[in-house]
């Protein structure tokens, strides 16, 4: 049989997804907007998105850097802290204002200084959103000095996410960005209220392609990648047949090139343009993609409570196109575009 040579499928959402703000949100809301009908927020700007009012403002902010023609709703989040308040959580959760609320523990990865230190001080939060069936996202590591950054992921399952779910556990949890076998394990042993998202980039390469040739910046994110087993095991938890709770979360997050290729870069991968093309390639690679429609847009609304696409898009058997750099700030800077090493065969 020969290779189909193009699929339709519902139009996907994005259910993680970094915009910035000021130059860098006028850049980059147009390549998510371009691919996705809605994208979950994440609210670590700074300062970060703590309030009902800040999160509206955002999402106006999101909004107009949209361009005219293109349907797209931001889906926003509250930034916990430790003085995170229970009322206004349920107030921006009944206002339709807040869809969920992200947990970053301190100092885990870009501007999460403001994060959780401690599960105990934000258990009245916990609760709130509970009642309210607002979900927790969850940015999986621990930042323990002594747990080496390959472990990070299972270490906090163990220590932080079983003793949270266990407490709460009317909770609703999203695993986000998952890298790791066990990752996928624990997600799958969580039944329907916990979910996962799966990353383009943590699909498509391991922890040796960083170092590929040398140092390569723009493939280093946190969680960082791992080795070639749990990458694999990502591929068979997000391509299974009938799998429920696994879903689209790009995690793509822009940095532009100089604050990457540095003494100290940051983390962060920017796939907004390639996502859909690199996923596609993936479940392709895998024998997979009358499964991809359920990966990419049924699975992110059915544990959100939120209705399904009706509008549909195709994706065609084509060599990828797509800019290597967007430039940002009236071209003063630029930001490295998403390319796996191998090449994606699929056009959006």
Known sequence: MAPPTSITLRQPDDWHAHLRDGPMLQACAVHTASQFARAIIMPNLVPPVTTVVEAKSYRERIRSAVPAGLAFEPLMTCYLTDGADPAELARGRREGVWVAAKLYPAHATTNSAHGVTSMDRIAPALEAMEKA???????????????????RE???????????????QGLKVVLEHITTREGVAFVEAGGARVGGTITPHHLSYNRNA????????????????KAEEHRLALR???????????????????????????????????NAPVAMQVYTQIFAEEGALDRLETFASLNGP??????????RVTLHAA??????????????????VFRPDAPVEWSY
Not at 210 to 225: D, N, Q, S, T, V
Not at 319 to 336: M, W
């Open 154 to 168: 299972t270490v906090f399952l163990d220590r932080v996410l079983a003793p949270l779910l266990k407490r709460h």
């Open 133 to 151: 069936g607002m979900p927790l996202l969850v940015h999986g590591e621990v930042t323990d000095a002594d747990v080496d950054i390959f472990d």
């Open 236 to 270: 068979r938890a997000a391509t299974a047949p009938g799998q429920t709770q696994f879903f689209l979360g790009t995690d793509t997050a822009p940095h532009t090139a100089d604050t990457k290729e540095c003494a100290c870069g940051c983390a962060g991968i920017f």
């Open 302 to 311: 059915r544990f959100y409570g939120l209705p399904v696409n009706e509008q």
């Open 210 to 225: 960083l170092f590929k040739g040398g140092i390569r910046p723009h493939l280093y994110c946190l969680p960082i990648a």
């Open 319 to 336: 060599p990828l196109v797509a800019p290597e750099r967007i430039d940002v700030a009236n071209g003063d800077k630029s930001v490295v």
